[in-house]
C-alpha cells in the first residue's frame, strides 16, 4: 500500500460516514493526498497489509510519510495542525478547541451509538453477511431520539454551527456525515427521525451550504449505491406482492 513518496494517503470506504469526514476536509483545506479505496464487503480490512495501517481493521486511516494514524478525530485534528488549515476547523484558542473536543466525545457514546447502531442493525448487517438484529436497531433508534433532542436543545440552539461558531468546525462535518447515513434507511423513517429537530435542519443546512460542493461530491458513491439499493429492494417487494 505504498503510496508516492512523500504524499499523504487516506485509507477510506465511501459508506463509512468517518472516512467521507476526512476525504470532505482533505479536499475543502485542498490537502493533496492520495486515496486508496479499502473494500469493506471483500474484507480488505482485514489483510495484513492494511492491519499493518490499521490494526484496527477500521476506516478511516492514513499514512503520512510513514506515520500511520487512524481514529477520524485524531485524524483531523493532526491534519489541522499539521496542514496549517484556517482556524476555524480546530481553533487554536483552548476553550474554543475545548467545546470542539467536548462534542467529538459526546457524540461517540450518543449520536454515533445512536445511528450507527440503528443503521447498522436494521440495514448494513445483511450487506455484509452479519444477521440482522431488531432489538439492537430498535436501542440504537431510542438512544438516536434522545441524541437528536440534545443535538436541538443544546449543541444547536445558538447556531449557526456547533457550539455557537460563526464558522465550521471539524465537529460540524464529523456529525453530518453521520447523519447522513440516515439515507439508508427507508426514507419515511428518515424523515420521522430529523423533520421534528428544527435546529438540527437548520444546522446541517449550514453545514452543506459552507462545505458543498465538496459534501455532496464525496457523498456521490454514497448516494449512488445507497439509491439502488432502495431501488432494488423496492423492486422485490413489489414482485412478491
Not at 482485514?46 to 506515520?67: C, H, R, S, W
Not at 468546525?169 to 423533520?195: F, G, N, P, R
Request: aromatic share 10%; proline share 5%.
Amino acid at each position: 500500500m505504498a503510496g508516492e513518496s512523500g504524499k499523504l494517503q487516506v485509507f477510506w470506504y465511501p459508506h463509512s460516514q468517518p472516512s467521507r469526514a476526512v476525504v470532505i476536509f482533505c479536499r475543502m483545506n485542498k490537502i493533496e493526498y492520495e486515496e486508496v479505496h479499502i473494500s469493506i464487503p471483500t474484507g480488505a480490512h482485514k489483510t495484513p497489509e492494511y492491519l499493518n495501517i490499521n490494526p484496527m481493521g477500521q476506516v478511516p486511516a492514513i499514512n503520512d510519510n510513514g506515520f500511520s494514524l487512524f481514529e477520524s478525530a485524531a485524524i483531523l485534528k493532526y491534519l489541522s495542525a499539521s496542514r496549517g488549515t484556517p482556524d476555524h476547523w480546530y481553533p487554536k484558542d483552548l476553550k474554543l478547541r475545548a467545546r470542539v473536543d467536548c462534542f467529538l466525545d459526546w457524540h461517540i457514546s450518543n449520536t454515533r451509538r445512536g445511528a450507527s447502531g440503528l443503521v447498522y442493525n436494521q440495514v448494513v448487517a445483511a450487506l455484509v453477511g452479519d444477521s440482522l438484529n431488531p432489538k439492537a436497531a430498535a436501542e440504537g433508534k431510542a438512544l438516536l431520539v434522545k441524541s437528536l433532542g440534545i443535538l436541538d436543545d443544546f449543541w444547536c440552539k445558538e447556531g449557526p454551527f456547533l457550539c455557537g461558531a460563526e464558522e465550521v468546525s471539524i465537529a460540524d462535518l464529523v456529525i453530518s456525515c453521520e447523519l447522513t447515513q440516515l439515507k439508508m434507511l427507508d426514507d419515511s423513517e428518515e424523515s420521522e427521525l430529523l423533520a421534528p429537530w428544527k435546529n438540527v435542519t437548520k444546522w446541517f443546512q449550514a453545514v452543506k451550504a459552507a462545505t458543498n460542493p465538496v459534501f455532496d461530491e464525496v457523498h456521490g458513491k454514497f448516494y449512488a449505491s445507497n439509491n439502488q439499493l432502495k431501488e432494488a429492494k423496492l423492486k422485490a417487494t413489489t414482485e412478491q406482492s
